[in-house]
């Protein structure tokens, strides 16, 4: 029951954030496109359907977002490269907001000696940068499957997660409840889980709820180059390979895929923004006047003496 109201209470404030609710219509008409829109659509979105005739074709009511340079549908190109861009921002931003918790979790509540050989191996990691290392590694690996793709996103993305979790927890682990807990004689990993995970669970949902945004920019950036999700697999980064060529003549073909990318991208970031505010404790009180029922009187007030 507290946790239904919790959750009900979180949702409520959550949709009172105009920008917020915004952003969750955003990335809901996105979702929806991404599951139904490709058999809505029923078009291969790697079929050529006129290599003479339909190359470049402009928008049209055929074609509501035209065809690039090899006759290809870009509205259902558009709506497979969403199933591909949002299963790998959402998949390996959750991965890496599940490594950093977990190491973040383990090295602040050790703490000691085993904390700070954690923290010195995680300023190795963080020297490294994210974007040449993903680069060395996909160039290496010719082929790479979506799994990898995932797999190699997230294993490099969850440093600042970690560094959250840490000094959260930090915070936290001598308060009473905690002390409590070990008192009663709870194994570490009953503490860890049930006690400082649901206290510490806010910074690492937001940084899923950005990261989200920064995978779907970085795949997309990835897959421009040419090594992350490969031809003819649809997908909006590597849509922009699709439009070099052409660019001058068929506008048509960079712009819808790059206006997914930057609402996509938009909307995650506006959401953690709000999620930021939201399950922060400290803002729960502020701008709430007390509604009128519960206003004190000014008769009842008690007196202030002077002197």
Do not use: C, K
Not at 29 to 55: K, M, Y
Not at 70 to 93: E, K, M, P, Q, Y
Not at 144 to 152: C, H, M, S
Not at 173 to 185: I, M, Q, T, W, Y
């Amino acid at each position: 029951m507290f946790v239904n109201s919790a959750a009900g209470g979180l949702a409520a404030r959550l949709f009172s954030h105009r920008a917020a609710a915004w952003s969750i219509v955003v990335i809901g008409l996105f979702v929806i496109a991404a599951v139904f829109g490709p058999p809505l659509r029923g078009i291969d979105p790697a079929a050529q359907l006129g290599i003479e005739r339909l190359r470049n074709m402009p928008p049209s009511l055929a074609h509501p977002f035209g065809t690039d340079a090899l006759s290809r549908d870009v509205l259902a190109r558009v709506l497979s490269g969403a199933r591909i861009s949002l299963a790998v921002g959402i998949v390996a931003a959750l991965l890496a907001s599940s490594l950093g918790t977990t190491y973040g979790l383990v090295a602040g509540y050790i703490g000691g000696r085993t904390d700070a050989t954690m923290m010195r191996l995680l300023d190795a990691f963080i020297a490294i940068p994210r974007v040449l290392l993903l680069v060395a590694v996909l160039t290496i690996w010719q082929r790479v499957p979506l799994a990898g793709l995932i797999l190699l996103i997230g294993v490099t993305g969850w440093f600042v997660v970690a560094r959250l979790v840490r000094a959260e927890v930090l915070t936290i682990r001598d308060s009473d409840f905690v002390v409590a807990a070990r008192a009663l004689g709870a194994e570490t990993s009953r503490i860890l889980w049930r006690h400082l995970l649901p206290n510490v669970a806010a910074p690492a949902i937001v940084s899923a709820t950005l990261g989200v945004g920064n995978v779907i920019a970085l795949e997309a950036g990835l897959s421009f180059l040419g090594i992350g999700t490969r031809l003819p697999t649809a997908s909006w980064g590597a849509m922009f390979t699709d439009a070099v060529d052409p660019f001058a003549g068929a506008w048509w073909v960079p712009l819808f895929p790059g206006i997914a990318i930057v609402a996509t991208v938009l909307a995650f970031n506006v959401l953690g923004d709000a999620l930021r505010d939201v399950l922060d404790p400290r803002q729960l009180h502020l701008a709430r006047p007390l509604p009128e029922s519960t206003a004190v009187p000014v008769s009842t007030r008690l007196p202030v003496e002077n002197g």
